[in-house]
Every structure is written in C-alpha cells, then in structure tokens.
C-alpha cells in the first residue's frame, strides 16, 4: 500500500494565487505592453505594482511547500506530488503558446524547435535557452526551491527550520549588498540559490510555522522580521517592505477565511482553481490578441480586455482538460503501483545535490555549444 499523497488545497490560498495571478496579468496587458510595444491609443488604466504578484506567489509556495513537505513520509510522495502539479499543465502551455507564436509572428520571437524543446525542461534559461513566454522564469525558481526544500527536508531540517532558513537569508543579504558591501557571489549559483527571491519564500515558511505550530513556535517573528529586512535590501528600497507586509495580511486573511470557504464568491474560487494555467498562458498569447485586435480597430481598453477573455477560457480549458485529468491519472497509478526504488535517504541526497552540481555545470557548457 503506498503513502497516500498529501493534499494541500486550501481554498484560500488558492483564491489568493487567483489574486496574484490576475493581478500579474493586468500589469502585463496595461502597464508592461505599453513599455513593450505602445499601444495605439493609451488605454488610461495603468496597474505598475502587478508584477509584485510574482512575489506573492513565492510567498504562497513558501507556506505551501513546507506543508507538503511535512506531510510526505516518503522521497517519492513529494516527487510524484509536485510531478503532477506543474509539468504537464506546463507542458501544455508551452506547446500551446509556441503554436500561436508561430501562426501569429505578431511578437516575432523566432524560437526554433531546440529551444522549445529545452523549455519542456523548466530550467531552461539557466542552461542558457531563450523562454517561449517571459513569465516562465519563474518555474526555474519554483523548482530550485522544491530542490533545496527537498534536500532540507532530507537532512531532517524541517525539524528545526531556523538556523538553515537564516543561513539562506545571512546569504541573500550579503549578496544583495547590507550596509554598503557585499559577497561577490557568481550570478549562476545566485540564481541557483536563489539569493534574490528566498526573503520571499522565507515569509511564506514563516507564516506556515505560525498557522501549523502556533505559540511554540518562538523565533517565527523573528524570522518574519528578518526576511522583511531581506526585502529592503535586495530590493533596495522601502516600497517593497510595505508590499511584504501587504503578502503577510493577504496570506493571513486567506488562512482565516479558508475554514469559510463557501462565502467566497464562486468566481474567485474558479480563478484560484485556474491560477497556474492563467499564469503561464496570459501573456504572449494576450499580447498576440491585443496586437491583432488593434490592428482590426479595437482600442487599447477593448483590446485588453479581449485578451483577458481570451487567457481565461484558455485557462478553463487547460485545467479542465489537462491539468486536473493528469493529476489524477498519475497520482491514481502511483497509489495503485508506487516506485519503489531502493534508496535511502541519503542515496536521495546524493541525487538532490548531484542535480544541482549537474545543472550548474551544463549552464556553462550548453550555451558554448550552441552559440
């Protein structure tokens, strides 16, 4: 009988990522289009914080993950669990934004079929290969932390998170430059340590620890306090402070209407439900759609939201139709036939931080042999 996977849905998180996910894309069909290509005619609507959804995702996977992690008893639970969340749902969206560019050439972007092939990888652009879609790099980072969560949770870190989760953010401050110097840390193991955006995933981690262990847990302010500091300086600035703060009310606020679920709206459940394929479908293919829809005559408010209605049935689609279908087909055949590789934990390490090294090196190498 196989480990039974953990479920992790919460549906106020997930109305939270459905926050973050719509806010990501009106910045992208407002604010970023116009940097990018101009509209015709302003639209008069401009949403210059969206971009900081991104962040709130990290926060949320910080909270998440650490859950999940502390709900597996096997290696293979969380493989398997993670697996099936993002790669096929990603999958699809590569494949379906690489086939509009295509059909379009309205953006341009000329990927050839190595490159759309090397994104399936979802480290592409560390191994040095352009993005079907911009908003991709952000499952690199995703799945470096899933890496060194992963690898914590294998030396039983989990136990007593604090001294590692320091060390993360001891290093993310000394790269992101405290007190007028910093560590002059490679960009490549910056980017695979993911020294710019752990102060964010730390957060998330922190609140988990508050939500599942409460008043036993001591250091957790500490800890809140810490990464908050964290995001000041990386980001240089005090703005980003108040929106840290803003992600720990926002995620707060879901955990306590998560036990009331059934008062949210039934939209707001459906777009946290189609979070993960919005984000990755919304933005080429929107600005392909407001392209075209200018030059047929629309303006920019018409346009916009022409894209919005297209990503969101793309988005109903792919959950409908991939993601949920191939979820559960892989988690059925793992509880009817789990893998059963004959590996200790420590055999499990050895993998963790062989990827890693194997990853590291190949970012180096690949982009000379392809030049």
């Not at 908003?135 to 590692?164: A, C, D, H, K, S």
């Not at 508050?210 to 995001?231: D, K, M, N, T, Y």
């Not at 931080?353 to 090196?361: E, P, Q, T, W």
Request: hydrophobic share 55%; with cysteine; aromatic share 14%.
């Amino acid at each position: 009988m196989s480990t039974p996977l953990p479920s992790t849905r919460l549906t106020g998180i997930d109305a939270l990522r459905g926050l973050a996910a719509i806010s990501v894309v009106f910045y992208h069909y407002t604010t970023r289009y116009q940097q990018k290509f101009g509209f015709a005619e302003p639209p008069g609507i401009e949403f210059p914080f969206g971009h900081l959804g991104v962040n709130l995702f990290f926060v949320i996977s910080g909270f998440v993950i650490f859950m999940t992690l502390e709900r597996i008893r096997r290696p293979e639970d969380f493989m398997v669990s993670r697996f099936s969340r993002l790669f096929p749902t990603f999958w699809a969206a590569v494949l379906l934004t690489a086939c509009v560019e295509a059909l379009s050439q309205a953006l341009g972007s000329g990927l050839s079929l190595p490159h759309i092939a090397a994104n399936l990888l979802m480290v592409h652009e560390f191994l040095g290969f352009p993005s079907v879609d911009g908003v991709y790099w952000t499952l690199q980072v995703e799945l470096f932390f899933y890496l060194w969560m992963f690898t914590l949770w294998l030396i039983g870190g989990l136990q007593r998170p604090y001294p590692w989760l320091g060390l993360w953010l001891l290093l993310s401050l000394a790269q992101g430059g405290v007190a007028g110097w910093s560590l002059p840390i490679p960009y490549r193991l910056a980017q695979l340590w993911l020294l710019p955006q752990i102060p964010f995933f730390v957060l998330g981690m922190a609140m988990y620890l508050q939500h599942s262990r409460g008043a036993a847990e001591r250091f957790g302010p500490f800890a809140l306090g810490i990464a908050a500091l964290a995001v000041i300086y990386i980001s240089q600035g005090s703005e980003l402070l108040a929106w840290a703060i803003s992600f720990l009310v926002l995620l707060q606020l879901a955990l306590r209407i998560n036990a009331r679920a059934e008062r949210l709206a039934r939209p707001v459940i459906w777009l946290g439900a189609v979070s993960y394929p919005l984000y990755l479908l919304h933005q080429n293919i929107g600005y392909t759609v407001i392209h075209f829809s200018q030059q047929w005559g629309a303006n920019a408010l018409i346009a916009g939201l022409l894209a919005l209605l297209v990503a969101l049935l793309l988005a109903g689609g792919v959950h409908r139709l991939v993601e949920l279908p191939a979820m559960d087909a892989i988690r059925r055949a793992y509880k009817a036939k789990p893998l059963a590789l004959p590996l200790n934990r420590w055999h499990w390490l050895g993998l963790a931080l062989g990827l890693a090294i194997g990853l590291l090196a190949l970012s180096f190498a690949l982009p000379r042999l392809f030049a």
